[in-house]
Structures are given as structure tokens and as C-alpha cells.
């Protein structure tokens, strides 16, 4: 089976060299590129799992970048940044991000975040279900409204097909992270979850003036239109 190829874009090298070494030491394939302009060269020219990207390059602003990829590319985006404020988490997701890690870092949380990503970039289980006038086809892992394919984000993806497979029951916070992010949810946040929802809900619009995505305060989320598997 074929290593997974994740690309790191950083303009430090001794960051990226670090980066490269932990994650070809866990079994990954790791590439590295200073420059952008190299970073959609890889992107249009080779088969790529992943990219880490910093946020701050110099000259370049990573939010901007990740803004391009989602032109041309769904690929997972994880944010390596030195900024914690809720702001730039934020902006790191409104600009297409999947998820994020602030330096220094953990090797472990580094690593959990990477899978966690690489795994929901391939779950399948070939079922399809309708929802309003959405349709989820699991197999091709892409959501459809109206026939047209929505430009969502792994995570979003993932959060998508989590409340509708558990449709009509609200899913707690806790449930959510464990589907979603890792098994114990141990590196994520509310602000987290919060953000990604509200760009799925954004995304997914409404059905005959119902929000798909209905908020059970103090509970979690649940699929508020009938699904029918």
C-alpha cells in the first residue's frame, strides 16, 4: 500500500525539516516547498494527501493560500500556526482550513491531527442518502443539492455524514469530536466545532425555511430535515 504523500508549505527550514522527519519516521511520505508558487505546482502534478501549511510566509499570507487551493482542490488543509486568538482560528477556517496547530507543538497532537485528517479523506461505505434536497452519495464521499455537488471541506464532509447517519438523534459535542476529530477529542475545542458548523450550515442552506442543522443547547447538534437512508 502506498505511503500517504503530505506536503509541507514552510519557509523555515529547520521547521520543515522537523516536520518531515516526524512524519516520515510515523510511516508518511513528506515533501517540502518554501515557495507557493512550488506548493500548486506539487498540487497540479502529483497525487497529495495532505498539506500543512503555515499561515505566516513571508511575503504570502497562508489564509490567501488556502483561499487558492479550494479553487482548484478539496485536498485536507491543516493550519500550522504561531497565532492562538479565537480571530485567527476563524480566519483560518473561513479561508477553507480543515484544522489547525499552533507552534510549539505536541509530536502527538501533531500526529492525531494528521491522521484523524487523512482518515476521514477516506472513509466509504457506498451508501447514499437523501435529505430535503440534499443527497449524500458515502461511496464518492460528496454531498449533492440538487443534483450539483457542494464544495465541502473534508471536515465538513465528515460533520455532514455523522448527523445524517444519526438522524433523528441529537449527537452530543462529545460524540461529534470522537466521529469527527479523534477518538477522545482530546485536541479539539468548542470554537472548533462551533466554526465548522456554522460553515456547513452556511454551505447547506435551508429547506422549505428549515435550517438542516438544528443547535440543542447545552446537548450538541442534530439533522433537523428528514433523512431517508
Excluded at 16 to 21: E, F, N, P, S, V
Excluded at 148 to 164: D, F, K, R, V, W
Aim: charged share 25%; glycine share 8%.
Amino acid at each position: 500500500m502506498d505511503k500517504p504523500c503530505i506536503l509541507i508549505v514552510e519557509d523555515d527550514e529547520a521547521v520543515a525539516q522537523g516536520l518531515a522527519d516526524i512524519l516520515i519516521g510515523n510511516g508518511y511520505q513528506a515533501e517540502w516547498c518554501e515557495k507557493p508558487k512550488k506548493a500548486f505546482e506539487a498540487l497540479k502534478k502529483q497525487q497529495l494527501d495532505l498539506i500543512i501549511l503555515d499561515v505566516n510566509l513571508g511575503e504570502e499570507n497562508g489564509y490567501g493560500i488556502c483561499r487558492k487551493i479550494r479553487e482548484i482542490s478539496d485536498i485536507p488543509v491543516l493550519f500550522l500556526t504561531a497565532y492562538q486568538s479565537e480571530m485567527d482560528v476563524v480566519r483560518g477556517f473561513t479561508a477553507g482550513g480543515d484544522d489547525y496547530i499552533t507552534k510549539p507543538f505536541r509530536l502527538q497532537e501533531l500526529l492525531v491531527r494528521v491522521q484523524a485528517l487523512l482518515r476521514r479523506g477516506k472513509r466509504s461505505c457506498g451508501l447514499r442518502v437523501t435529505s430535503g434536497e440534499l443527497s449524500y452519495d458515502m461511496g464518492r464521499h460528496q454531498v449533492y443539492k440538487d443534483q450539483s455537488p457542494l464544495p465541502l471541506t473534508p471536515i465538513e464532509l465528515q460533520l455532514a455524514q455523522s448527523l445524517l447517519l444519526g438522524w433523528p438523534h441529537t449527537l452530543s459535542r462529545e460524540r461529534i469530536f470522537s466521529e469527527v476529530w479523534d477518538k477522545d477529542g482530546a485536541f479539539v475545542d468548542e470554537n472548533t466545532l462551533s466554526v465548522n458548523i456554522s460553515r456547513l450550515r452556511e454551505k447547506l442552506g435551508t429547506y422549505q425555511g428549515t435550517a438542516y442543522i438544528e443547535t440543542v443547547r447545552g446537548i450538541g447538534y442534530r439533522w433537523a430535515v428528514h433523512v431517508q437512508k
